[in-house]
């Protein structure tokens, strides 16, 4: 059985990581951080007595759950009202740390203006690409490769089997690779 202090410290390493998997999702910052929230309390509440290492299985089930009430309400809400705020691209440079980038360990300067510029415009076009793909693969490749789970991991938390894991990932790197070579961006 865990203690509150490993609970904590689970939630806050996983904290930044889901909310920008939220952010792709449904496309809207406060609502992230909200079903990121939820989903943090949900675990916390439900799941705090489980052993830690159940904890990663639970709460990417716990969220994406969550993020699949989320549409459902959103759903039903613009059958009645169609509210065109929902549409909005929001940005999404918060979390960039100018110092971090032109300070390496030794204390020198390592990325130049124009480094530091084309660096970003390709991070965005990769988000942006990432936020194009259809739910379920974008879902999957999050799980896959920015979360680090495996494929058995991750049909778990996406509830289901393995082969459509593989498929959806394979999917959504065809899609991306793609896209990025459509903007002249080859990795």
């Not at 939820?38 to 990417?60: G, K």
């Amino acid at each position: 059985m865990a203690n509150n202090q490993e609970l904590n410290d689970f939630l806050k390493s996983v904290e930044a990581r889901a909310f920008k998997r939220t952010v792709y999702a449904v496309r809207d910052d406060d609502a992230a951080l909200d079903i990121v929230q939820d989903s943090m309390i949900r675990l916390a509440q439900s799941y705090s007595d489980r052993p830690a290492s159940e904890w990663p299985m639970l709460f990417q089930r716990i969220l994406s759950n969550a993020t699949m009430d989320w549409f459902r309400r959103q759903k039903v809400r613009n059958a009645v009202v169609q509210n065109f705020s929902d549409f909005e691209v929001s940005d999404e440079d918060g979390d960039y740390d100018l110092l971090e980038s032109l300070m390496s360990a030794d204390g020198s300067t390592v990325e130049s203006a124009a480094d530091s510029v084309s660096r970003e415009q390709i991070l965005h076009s990769v988000e942006e690409a990432v936020a194009d793909l259809p739910a379920r693969q974008r879902e999957a490749f999050l799980l896959r490769y920015w979360e680090e789970l495996d494929v058995a991991e991750t049909a778990a938390a996406m509830g289901c089997s393995e082969g459509s894991v593989k498929t959806h990932c394979s999917r959504a790197v065809q899609a991306l690779a793609k896209a990025l070579r459509a903007r002249g961006i080859v990795l």
